[in-house]
């Protein structure tokens, strides 16, 4: 599952010790689980048989006939929010008891045994979106991690894994189109409603279950595989979205050939389809060949969806159809062992799309998002391993360190073992263990067997919360040859494996590349060459080799960084040594030299990189833009975020007036030619770019116009969204006021939702006077809705994650709107609670009246009463 689309406002989880029941600061209902308390369950189920009656948007009634085998003793199965019809063991009436959390019956008998329940559920008061749900008049489930339960009573545990028959009945009008999850056996007409029943051939655990009923619109393509088979293909939505699914078809296509090119992974059921839908909690879903989208990770074309949408909807589309064989076929034994699955399909999406498109801007957006949300979430309260040790809302697992972290101990296996060995070391682990639920240390093990290498130490990289600092306290050449010193430390924990590749940097360029491997404290290397008196500059962490910080005692020197940014062949450490300047002039703005000139390297550098044609063009945008303010306020205590926005704004308008000429010029120069859309590298570097350009050009005068004009021009979305987007910080503009009315209008016209949501995102991270008022405002507007996601996080997270000098208004006035906004939807949707309670993470490492204020929201905010456990547990860790 991709957990979120926005990875900017990805959900920060938590840190907790083994030990005790419950955990200090969360009530006692709310039951915290260790993963060291494992246990096997005393029956297995071997067949689930299940029959959805439907009668209406709220009134579905679920047969369930479940063959338990092995074991004894007595049955507790989950369930939540079911209204019990009926409930038989082998056909006779048995006592049971009926719990807050499920069923029980004390005394089945003996295994094996067939238990039948009849639920009645309400799928339109499901605003949770968890279980069957009704989105826009059809009807959907979401059951991962536990909303199996809330469909009918079961072991709702990834380790029960079972062949599924589903039978599904509806009123054919109202709901043509009905799926389920494996190959349609059968189907008929008995009047006014029709049925399907679906069987699937595989084992697998409650939560890849899903159910599809409603009045949707499709394409469809076929698929032939490797071994001969066709397979047949199907993209769904409602019907005013289906010009829009052919970018999601092709990059099915594209992962399914992909797959079997790179792991010889081939896809194993005769049809899969997608079905996107806007009510959706998450990003997608990979359950067996019916995956669930959400629309935004689904809906593309060229109007509509920008540039990083289109690679969004690659990347996620290919991460649900990976899933396939890295989580469906081979699955979690406990939600502890969630990056088993995510990290390593994320790494596997990841890897997709470099190959796909850029591979050197692909990797720089995923180190942005662990440097910004993950590194930011390891200094936070809610700090956690890949492999966390306890939960108590299973949905607050779903996190940036178990997904992209996780990934990037993945890649490390890659960088340890090479591409043939972790080749190796994949078909050994899909080898071992097809149709099981394994852990962590089964891949890791599986790794280690298929290459001969001893791998004991990289567990400590599961069990470790934290970002780790690699320091070079030593370098330089000596006899002959250079050498230097590396020392590691993660806040007093064991040392790890670490992986850093490094080379050599001088003017004529990058020579020596090794791989480092630090296992101890501290050890002092040497580079495999001899080398002369040429001034070399160590080039370390080539590619972002493992997710740590790095630093130089003492420092590189503003020459160093300058070499390395010049000379290096590695696009990771060119681009952050940009990165390293730039922070340089923002902190010293910060501490006090507002009104000081920019130092005429930071400068030269800009300069340079705008007039250098011959870098790819993504990489020069990024190599423009300034470190984010998340990530500048990982090296600051007693933040002042008002003096670090004010430093960040004067610096970008520093740039814009020193290189004017060059950036008109870099702009001119990469207008389009003509009005073809292409999705090659070049063509969307060449846009990003651009509107990189323009957002320094904007702030300069004549920039309102030239954004106007920029907007009048476009004819694609990642033009018609980059002026926008700067004007709506200039609310005396005439050009604010005509654009956003343009862009809305054509949007609602068009029925196009997710284009409103760009156009409410952008308002709610307009940095202007009132914004505050103004995001209230949006509340208000008829097309805001808080019962769908999508436009809820499009206003109220995009201000709280995406505007950084208005959240945290000194008056605190926008802890209390986000106080209050947190509150009302826990009680209508949890998991978007609990994720929005996240922007108060960090809250210590503000300054003292700014984190007064905080802490007074988060007290606020756990003491409502009737807080679901999901948001209590963010909040009540916050504070810990």
Not at 140 to 159: H, L, M, S, W
Request: aromatic share 10%; with cysteine; proline share 5%.
């Amino acid at each position: 599952m991709r957990f979120s689309f926005l990875l900017a406002t990805a959900a920060r989880a938590f840190q907790t010790a083994r030990g005790g029941g419950l955990r200090s600061g969360l009530s006692m209902s709310a039951v915290e689980k260790f993963r060291a308390d494992y246990k096997s369950l005393p029956y297995g189920v071997e067949s689930v048989n299940l029959n959805f009656d439907i009668k209406s948007e709220s009134s579905t009634y679920v047969t369930s006939k479940l063959r338990f085998v092995g074991g004894g003793g007595p049955l507790e199965l989950d369930g939540e929010d079911l209204k019990l019809v009926s409930l038989r063991v082998d056909g006779e009436p048995v006592e049971y008891e009926l719990t807050p959390d499920g069923l029980k019956i004390a005394t089945p008998p003996p295994a094996p045994f067939e238990l039948e329940t009849v639920v009645e559920i309400d799928p339109k008061a499901n605003t949770q979106l968890s279980g069957l749900y009704a989105s826009s008049g059809n009807l959907c489930t979401q059951c991962e991690a536990e909303g199996f339960r809330r469909i009918t009573y079961f072991y709702d545990r990834p380790d029960v894994m079972s062949k599924y028959t589903v039978r599904v009945e509806a009123d054919k009008d109202a709901y043509p189109v009905l799926l389920s999850n494996g190959n349609e056996v059968g189907k008929g007409v008995d009047g006014d409603r029709h049925w399907a029943t679906f069987e699937d051939p595989f084992n697998k655990p409650s939560y890849l279950f899903a159910l599809v009923a409603g009045d949707l619109g499709h394409i469809e393509d076929t698929f032939t595989t490797m071994s001969g088979r066709q397979v047949r293909l199907f993209v769904w939505s409602e019907h005013h979205n289906v010009g829009a699914l052919d970018w999601a078809m092709h990059s099915l296509k594209t992962s399914m050939k992909w797959d079997e090119d790179r792991y010889g992974r081939e896809y194993d059921l005769d049809v899969y389809h997608i079905v996107a839908v806007s009510d959706f909690n998450m990003g997608a879903m990979e359950n067996k060949g019916l995956n669930v989208f959400n629309t935004a990770c689904v809906l593309a074309k060229e109007t509509t969806a920008t540039d990083g949408d289109y690679e969004r909807v690659l990347g996620v589309v290919a991460h649900e159809y990976f899933h396939n064989w890295s989580g469906n076929r081979v699955t979690c034994r406990d939600w502890f062992q969630l990056t088993l699955k995510e990290g390593l399909t994320v790494f596997r999406d990841q890897h997709f799309s470099e190959e796909l498109t850029s591979p050197a801007a692909k990797r720089i957006e995923d180190i942005r998002i662990i440097r910004s949300s993950q590194f930011t979430q390891d200094a936070s309260p809610m700090s956690h391993p890949i492999r966390p040790e306890s939960y108590v809302a299973m949905d607050n697992f779903y996190t940036v360190t178990v997904y992209n972290k996780g990934a990037e101990v993945i890649r490390m296996y890659r960088t340890l073992l090479g591409e043939g060995g972790f080749r190796k070391g994949m078909d050994l682990y899909f080898e071992r263990h097809d149709g099981e639920a394994v852990t962590c240390d089964d891949f890791r093990a599986a790794m280690a067997d298929a290459n001969g290498k001893d791998l004991t130490q990289f567990e400590e990289w599961y069990k470790q919360a934290g970002t780790p600092t690699i320091k070079v306290t030593e370098r330089g050449v000596k006899d002959g040859a250079y050498r230097l010193t590396l020392t590691q430390s993660n806040g007093g924990k064991p040392p790890l494996h670490v992986p850093i590749k490094a080379a050599l940097v001088a003017p004529g360029g990058a020579v020596a590349e090794t791989l480092f491997e630090l296992t101890d404290e501290s050890k002092t290397f040497e580079f495999p060459m001899a080398v002369n008196g040429e001034p070399y500059v160590p080039s370390l962490l080539r590619g972002f080799s493992a997710p740590v910080k790095l630093s130089f005692e003492p420092p590189l020197s503003i020459a160093e960084l300058e070499s390395l940014a010049a000379y290096d062949d590695d696009a990771f450490v060119k681009w952050d040594s940009w990165q390293q300047l730039a922070a340089r002039v923002v902190l010293d703005k910060y501490h006090g030299a507002q009104d000081a000139p920019l130092p005429d390297y930071l400068v030269n550098a800009f300069k340079a990189t705008l007039t250098n044609g011959d870098e790819e063009s993504s990489l020069r945008a990024y190599s423009l833009d300034l470190p984010d303010y998340s990530t500048l306020a990982l090296e600051l205590e007693d933040l002042d975020p008002t003096k670090l926005c004010d430093a960040l704004k004067a610096t970008r308008l520093g740039l814009a007036t020193a290189a004017r000429a060059e950036l008109e010029a870099c702009y001119a120069a990469m207008a389009p030619a003509d009005d073809t859309f292409s999705l090659d590298a070049a063509a969307v570097g060449r846009r990003r770019l651009r509107n990189t350009c323009l957002a320094y050009l904007s702030k300069l005068d004549g920039g309102d116009a030239l954004c106007g004009a920029h907007f009048d021009a476009a004819t694609c979305m990642s033009d018609s969204i980059a002026p926008v987007a700067q004007l709506a910080s200039k609310p005396d503009s005439n050009d604010r006021a005509r654009c956003l009315e343009a862009f809305y209008d054509k949007a609602k016209k068009n029925q196009e939702d997710l284009v409103i949501n760009k156009w409410f995102a952008i308002q709610a991270m307009a940095d202007c006077d009132g914004a505050i008022d103004n995001v209230s405002k949006l509340l208000e507007h008829p097309d805001f809705t808080d019962t769908n996601p999508n436009r809820f996080r499009a206003v109220v997270n995009t201000f709280a994650l995406g505007n950084p000098r208005h959240f945290h208004s000194g008056d605190g006035k926008g802890y209390d709107f986000i106080a209050d906004q947190i509150c009302s939807i826990d009680k209508k949707n949890p998991q978007v609670a609990a994720r929005l309670s996240n922007a108060f993470g960090s809250w210590r490492r503000y300054e003292p009246s700014r984190r007064d204020l905080m802490r007074q929201a988060l007290e606020r905010i756990k003491v409502t009463a009737g807080l679901s456990k999901d948001t209590l547990e963010i909040v009540s860790r916050s504070l810990v």
